[in-house]
């Protein structure tokens, strides 16, 4: 039997699609799916276990069963839930509680990066930064970057947040924090987060300068992800 699958914010990013149809035994439950899905899309197995599942527009659980037709919707946490790794922020980002969010007892490291608004570019003083997103796709890619890091290394917590907005030179533009049980797995989750920040999400950054002229700066083109073979 055929069933839809439908996916939101980082369930969509890691199934590499909002919408697909697939196939089911006859008799299938939502077990089944995820074995299917998962195996197809690896990307979703790490971050399965956070998500909620509906049937025809209804919660469910993991061994409900399925009928033809079906449709199946993959629903990560919402605003104002549970923190999630990552997200993009209007106000000035407290960087004290993104990195209390990321500490444990088993981690023996923590690596904070700050990304700030310096005051010069190419010999040009900046007085200001604008930063815009698409934000729903930021908000999944940065999501996905964190959850990449963590399904890397056992043990691993990262967080990562961005600002969007007009922002004053020496403001906090983007928060990194990564916590692992040994130092090498924390500095390098920091420096992979924003290497991928920059390539995956659709975030863009806009120069104001002394002498009044403002300029984008659109370097690094979006890379698209991968696709399964």
């Known amino acids: 039997m055929k069933i839809q699958v439908l996916a939101f914010a980082s369930a969509a ?3 590499g699609s909002s919408r697909i149809e697939i196939e089911v035994p006859e008799g299938s439950s939502l077990d089944r799916v995820r074995e299917l899905l998962t195996g197809d899309h690896p990307d979703l197995e790490p971050i399965w276990s956070r998500l909620a599942v509906a049937i025809d527009g ?3 659980g993991s ?13 990560p946490p919402v605003s104002g839930g549970c923190p999630a790794r990552s997200r993009i922020e209007h106000d000035p980002i407290d960087i004290a509680a993104v990195a209390k969010e990321t500490t ?3 981690c023996g490291a923590t690596v904070l990066f700050v990304g700030t608004v ?9 007085v200001r930064l604008t930063y815009e997103a698409y934000e729903p796709m ?4 940065l999501e996905r970057i964190a959850c990449d890091l963590e399904a890397a290394t056992e043990g691993l917590r990262v967080r990562i947040v961005h600002r969007l907005g007009d922002l004053a030179v020496g403001e906090s533009s983007v928060v990194i924090t990564a916590a692992a049980p040994h130092r090498a797995a924390a500095y390098a989750a920091s420096r992979e987060a924003l290497e991928r920040l920059k390539r995956e999400a659709p975030i863009w950054k806009r120069e104001w ?9 659109e370097e690094e083109p979006l890379r698209p992800l991968p696709q399964d073979s």
């Not at 399925?66 to 919707?73: I, M, N, Q, R, S």
């Open 13 to 15: 990013s890691a199934l």
């Open 209 to 217: 300068y002394a002498d009044g002229e403002a300029a984008w700066r």
């Open 63 to 75: 061994d409900t069963l399925l009928h033809d037709g079906a449709e199946v919707a993959l629903l």
């Open 104 to 106: 444990s007892p088993c």
């Open 138 to 141: 930021a908000e999944a890619a």
């Open 118 to 126: 310096r005051n010069h570019h190419r010999d040009r003083e900046v």
């Open 58 to 60: 209804e919660l469910v």
